[in-house]
Every structure is written in C-alpha cells, then in structure tokens.
C-alpha cells in the first residue's frame, strides 16, 4: 500500500467552475485531477495509447505507395497546410527503457547514406503535393536527431525548404527532440538558425543509479546547459520528458528529479509511465525485473507528481502531459481546438502530416500510411525510385465518426452529442447505444457524468480516459488478449 493512501486525493489545479451545467457544455468543466487509488488499481488494464484511431495494428499492406500516392494527390483539392514529420533512426547508445524505432550505432557515418535516401523520399513526396501547400508544423524525431552533424542538420533543412514551402517562424511550429549529451550551446544556436523554435528534452531522471541501471547517463548539468541555452537563443516552447517506474525509483527520488525541474520551469512536461514489455523490446531484457519498483510504488510517485505539479499551477492536459496555464496547449485546449495525432497533443488539427524516413507514420486525407521498417528494405524503395509507404488504412464512415468521438474526449475531457449528431448525421444515443452501456459502470464510479447533452469526464476519471475511449473503439473486443498494449497507468 501507499505510505499516505488516500481514496480520493485531489491534485488541485485553480478553476472557477460553476456549480451547475450540463456535461455537453463543460460548463462546470472541473480542470482538478483526482487520483483514486482503488479506481485506479480497478481500471488499471491494456490497452490503446491513441495516438491513432485505429490504432496502428489495423494497418494492411493492401494500402500500397500506389494507393498512397492517389490520397496524396486527391489532397490538394482541399487545399491546406501541411505538416512533415523526420525520423533520424540512429543513437549513439540505447538506453534499455526504449520501445522507440532506434539503430543503436557509434559509427557516424552511417548517417550520410540515410541522409541521401531522406533527401530522394523528400523530393518524391513533394511531387505528390501543390507547391503553394505551407508547412506550418514540422518535427524531427528518434532514435537521435542530434546524432546528425551540424553541417548535415543544416543540409536537410535547406532540402526540405527546396522542396516544400516552410511558413515563416511567426506561424510555424518547428520542433526537435534533443538528447542533452547529444547537443550544446553551438547545436542549439544552429537548430534555431536553421528555424527551430521548440524543442524536447529527454531527461527521464538525475538519479545516478537509475541512470545506471538504464545505460543512460546523463548530469543535471548537460540538461541545464542545453536548456538555458535554448532559452538564451529565443526557443519559444521548451518541454521535459520525464519516465516513471525505472529500475530503483521510489516517490521520494523521482521527488527530487521533479524539484529540479520545477526549479527550471520548462514549458510543458511529460511524465510517461514506463511500460516493462521485453518480449517486445529486446533492449528492455537487460533490465532487471527484480529492480523494477512493485506497482504500488509506481501509482505513489505517480500521485506525488500529480499533486506537486499541480500545487504548483501545472494543468495536466492529458496522457502524461501537463503545461503551464499560458502554454499554447493549454489554451488550445480551453478553446476547444487541441489536438491528438502520432507526435502527441498538437495545436494544428488541420494539417495532411507527411512521414519522411524509415517506420514513419503520416496520416494525409482519411488514410494513414507507414514506411518500411527495415534501413535495407527503405533503401531499395528510395534507390528504385518508389515511395518506401508499405502498409496503412483507409478509415470507413463508421472510423471517422469514432476517431471524431475519442479525439473530443482524449483532449477535451467531454463531449458534446448534439455537436457530433450534426456533424456526422446520425443520432448519437441510436448509434453508440452499445458503447454507452459500457460506459455504466464508470459513471456509477464517478469517472464522469452523462446527461442529455453530452459527457463529461470528472476529476477521478481525468487519468482513466483511455478506458473511456475503449468504450468507443469498435475493435478492443476482437483485439482483446491479443496486442501488447501498454497499461493505462
């Protein structure tokens, strides 16, 4: 058990909520989040991060280069802008915890040959797509994107302006993820020359032991050098990753790590409950088990993160993320236009998202497509002149309407029938009359309320959304048992 169990804990974020309303509204709209251990410990099962819908395990390779192509084409009678996602696969070492799309490799060479095959896959994608279409988000990511060079991280942006329309740094949201011993004072003056203007870090812990036991080490003093350099060069958002449940956290030493942090005050922060799946990772297998804090200690330091983040006037925004109450997710959220797609919560829902380089998602028009997953496999594709996409969907009418539904209470935490009816045409309480019923319990629980004009996701039920969502997710039952999903806490 807990060292302070309390059923109902309340982290309290300020909120001047009304007393009454209905839940379609969100005019009681209550932004605390409570944490209930029993609840918790009820609704602690597998399943979807949500990121998607359908999740990624729907993918078919019926969905070709060919298909993708057409959808790329049919794209520009829309219009709109668009979004570019990177992946840059290498790391120099693998830190055990990672489930991420990596090449553990000290060779950097192995760069320049990617690099190369990045800048063909640019070029076919572009052809795909009217000129006049502005990037207005763009995002590299990992492995390591600072493994790079600073000559090559100034050659792929250059090529990536050939070839698409970037929007200027005012309305452009320029993204990178750095790992601290990866990066220094010079690195961070390039990435925001080249147009950077936010950027990720990975922390994860400063306790030297945890650092040990997940072959990451990494000083307090490398992370605070890159962050105080990001800010002396004008980044606009700064975010900190953080990983509960590692091998030798207790709440007390996650604790500390936390105060620092909250010391710094980046932007937003990301606290990811880490999720022990070695038959599926193989770097986790060099993790040992017996390490690994019981699940008690995990909901413990998950609680005292809840409260002190939120003592300290951090919103959680949902799915492990908190921000400040000014940040821009925050206010996308207040204002009903926040977003969720592959990259996390997201302030541009409007934008076709193209996947450049090995395992990368886009998701353009109603389909998603992904690239090949092997370096050798995406090379040949690149070298013949081929899209390297090898599998995704296209979303029917009965999809679109339920990622419509999850995505309005992923990110905000309630739902409006009448707005879904009259978007979709249907009548809501005829068409998830199945999803509804599931949804009993967790009212009799106090996970949220429904009336006739909606939902509404309650203090309690604000860490238990994914099982709220999987209410609405026509494929969980046949999947159930089935896929590896993460738990929900």
Known sequence: MLDHPQSAAAAAAPTNAAETG???TGSTQDQRTVFDLALIQRYDQSGPRYTSYPTAVEFDPAFDADRYAEVCRASNAGGGPLSLYFHIPFCDT??????????????RTRAQPYLER????????????????????????GGTPTFISHAQMRELMAQTRKHFKLADDDRGEFSIEIDPREANADTIALLREIGFNRMSLGVQDFDPKVQKA?????????TMAVLQAAREQGFRSISIDLIYGLPHQTADSFMQTLER?????????????????????????????PDLPPPEV????????????????????GMDHFARPDDELALAQRD???YRNFQGYS????????????????????????????LDEYYADIDAGRLPVFRGIELNRDDLIRRDVITRLICHFRLDFGDVERRWDIRFGDYFATSLSKLDGMVKDGLLEIDAGGIRVLPKGRLLIRNICMAFDAYMEAKQGKVGFSKVI
Request: overall charge negative.
């Open 22 to 24: 209905s839940a379609a």
């Open 118 to 141: 990045v800048y063909k896959e640019l070029e076919l994608q572009s052809a795909l797509f009217d000129n006049d279409r502005v990037v207005e988000q763009l995002h590299w990511g």
């Open 298 to 317: 995990k909901l413990e330091i998950l609680q005292s993160t809840i409260e002190r983040l939120t003592s300290a006037g951090w919103l959680y925004i």
């Open 94 to 107: 693998v830190c055990f915890y990672c489930a991420c799309n990596k090449i553990a490799t000290k060779d």
């Open 336 to 338: 009903g236009t926040l």
């Open 214 to 222: 997940v072959n990451r080490i990494q000083s307090e003093e490398e």
């Open 261 to 289: 942090i909250i010391e710094v005050g980046p932007d937003r922060l990301s606290v990811f409950n880490y999720a022990h799946l070695p038959s599926r990772f193989m770097p986790q297998r060099r993790i040992a088990e």
């Open 347 to 374: 302030t541009h829902a409007d934008c076709d998202l193209i996947g450049i380089g090995v395992t990368s998602i886009g998701m353009v028009g109603n389909t998603y497509g992904q690239n090949r997953r092997e």
